[in-house]
């Protein structure tokens, strides 16, 4: 399931997937792979992604069941 919400966020920020990527301590590719729901990231690096886009987990991760992001 595709991460709107993260990208959404990302894009607000004016920042690109690389940029992203080097706040956190990532791959540009790992960025990518969240925001097209390939890759299920862990716990901590959520919360490093909510903190670098100033969002709650809830912001960026909840999702209501049987609904798509």
């Known amino acids: 399931m ?3 919400k993260l990208k959404m966020a990302r894009v607000e920020h004016d920042l690109s997937q ?5 706040k956190v301590g990532v791959s540009r590719q790992t ?8 890759y299920n990231p862990t716990l901590q ?5 909510c ?3 100033d969002k709650s987990l809830d912001d960026l991760f ?3 069941k049987g609904s798509e992001q």
């Open 2 to 4: 595709k991460n709107k």
């Open 18 to 22: 690389q940029e992203l990527a080097k």
């Open 31 to 38: 960025i990518g792979l969240i925001e097209l729901g390939k």
């Open 45 to 49: 690096l959520c919360l490093s992604i």
């Open 51 to 53: 903190w670098a886009l």
């Open 62 to 64: 909840w999702q209501d």
